[in-house]
């Protein structure tokens, strides 16, 4: 099992630099040509950095919405599928028939968990993945959460809100398909939900490469980044983001021809975070409320290595 792993992780770290199609690739993204990994691959703990980068990239090439498709959503009997809207690494379904007031929804996300300490709700195995239901507050069954966490450190999360039923029942019923949907690690595209953008499957740590010395901080993460470079912890972040989020409480900048938006953190004035739109708005409908753009943000102690990131960051997503 062990073994399994070290040789996936060192496909999977390959496949994040090469695409049979384009030559080298600099964005983290996963090679459309790549198959993903064995079922076992799951199974196996990841206690390397190396493994555990493996695991995460491995996690991002999982298409989060195929884990629940649509024939799955028609046969729960909770009325006709109003909506399927899509996060980074998340899938959102509102279900209820035309003219209901009480709709359903569902909302599961891909994570990654060091592993998981209840404090309350319902812990139990489903083989070697670990579970965990929790009702919604004061035992309120309209409402469940629900956690499934691999042996390898790849998790999912499932949140139900289900009218006039026992949400944790549902949530119960579900998870084993889930799971099974999850081995076969279904690539980003397998579901007609599923939105390509040039976040899906992008590493936040893909820039290291083209920095010199930056160090671990053994915090991993699908869509956050955060590392030591040139004495300071810096944080780079992908993201879907309202559009006009993104200019909000800014200057504008450039960078390398690049428009970029510098602000300051809510809670340290002195700190800087750089943000800029990667790529076009996602398709009208497809995320939930209102649009949606990509992002990158990078955070650090001093404007001068916040810059020098984002100028590197910015060579992953070429205009």
């Known amino acids: ?31 459309s040509a790549a198959p993903g ?20 990239q491995a996690t991002r090439e999982v ?9 799955t959503l028609d046969d729960l009997d909770l009325g006709d599928i109003r ?16 003219g209901a007031s009480d709709t359903t929804t569902l ?21 070697d993945v670990n579970v965990l239901l929790v009702p919604g507050r004061e035992g309120d069954p309209r409402a469940c959460g629900a956690t499934a966490r691999f042996p390898a450190g790849a998790a999912f999360y499932l949140g139900l809100s289900v009218p006039n039923r026992d949400s944790c029942a549902v949530a119960d019923g579900l998870l084993p398909g889930m799971i099974d949907r999850w081995r076969q690690s279904p690539p980003q595209g397998t579901s007609p939900d599923t939105v390509d953008t040039v976040l899906l499957g992008a590493d936040p740590c893909a820039v290291r490469a083209k920095l010199t010395g930056t160090a671990d901080t053994d915090e991993r993460r699908l869509n956050q980044c955060l590392f030591r470079y040139r004495d300071e ?23 390398d021809g690049r428009t970029v938006h510098r ?22 409908g497809s995320t939930a409320f209102t649009a949606r753009v990509p992002v990158a943000e ?22």
């Open 233 to 255: 912890t810096v944080t780079v972040v992908y993201e879907y983001r309202v559009p006009d989020q993104v200019p909000a409480r800014s200057t504008e900048e450039n960078i």
């Open 1 to 31: 099992m062990y073994r399994t792993l070290t040789l996936v992780a060192a496909a999977l770290l390959a496949v994040v630099g090469c695409d049979d199609d384009t030559g080298p690739r600099t964005d983290g993204a996963p090679s």
């Open 107 to 127: 909302t599961w996300q891909a994570t990654l968990l060091p592993g998981l300490t209840p404090s309350r709700g319902i812990s139990k195995q489903l083989g």
């Open 263 to 284: 602000s300051t953190s809510l809670y340290d004035s002195s700190i800087p975070i750089y943000s800029t739109i990667v790529g076009p708005e996602l398709p009208p």
């Open 37 to 56: 990994p064995p079922p076992e691959f799951w199974s196996a703990p990841a206690d390397t950095p190396e493994q555990q980068a493996a695991v995460a």
């Open 298 to 319: 990078v955070t650090s102690a001093t404007d001068d290595v916040a810059r020098q990131v984002m100028s590197q960051v910015l060579t992953l997503f070429p205009q």
């Open 83 to 98: 909506s399927v809207t899509v996060g980074l690494n998340s899938c959102r379904a509102v279900l209820g028939d035309e």
């Open 63 to 71: 298409d989060i919405c195929a884990l629940l498709p649509r024939d």
